[in-house]
């Protein structure tokens, strides 16, 4: 049994079906009439027919791995397992922390660097202007872009 995901009204339903009953249409095959002794042409279908029985061969091989493969990989371990999920989480936050790091330093940079402040407010001040904007932009009350 295979089983395939759906998409309806924003939530998935898992619905399994027997894949050995879907009828597909036929593809490459020859018209019904088709006689190769008559429509091909001479020693064409000699030459053809150890390279189909070679290939054919292969290709039903492939298909038989390739179905083996599919089946371990769809009944396998979900990509989203908790461990993975938190992992992804950490990564994202060690992220925040290095963009956040890189940030106060080009801040203190410029607070150092800046003649004269009398006009802006102290290092302090400043430092405390950037805190109540972040926060208003995590609540939602501003929006930077």
Same mark, same amino acid.
């Given at each position: 049994?295979? &089983? ?8 998935? /339903? ?6 050995? &009953? ?13 006689? @190769? ?15 189909? !029985? ?8 492939? /298909?038989? &791995?390739? &179905?083996? #493969? ?6 396998? @371990? ?7 999920? @938190? ?10 922390? @290095? ?30 202007? !950037?805190? /109540?904007?972040?926060?208003? /932009? ?6 930077? #872009?």
């Amino acid at each position: 049994m295979a &089983k395939i995901l759906h998409t309806m009204s924003q939530r998935s /339903i898992s619905r399994e079906f027997d894949e050995s &009953k879907v009828m597909y249409p036929p593809m490459n095959s020859a018209p019904p009439d088709f006689d @190769v002794t008559k429509d091909l042409p001479p020693g064409l279908f000699e030459f053809l027919t150890p390279l189909s !029985r070679e290939f054919t061969s292969r290709q039903q091989q492939v /298909i038989l &791995k390739r &179905k083996a #493969v599919l089946s371990r990989t769809h009944g396998g @371990v979900l990509a989203n397992t908790w461990d993975h999920l @938190v992992f992804g989480i950490e990564n994202i936050l060690r992220a925040l922390r @290095v963009i956040t790091k890189l940030f106060d330093e080009e801040f203190d940079r410029i607070l150092r660097e800046l003649p004269s402040m009398k006009d802006l407010g102290t290092p302090e001040s400043l430092r405390q202007a !950037r805190l /109540i904007s972040e926060t208003m /932009i995590v609540r939602g009350e501003f929006d930077p #872009v």
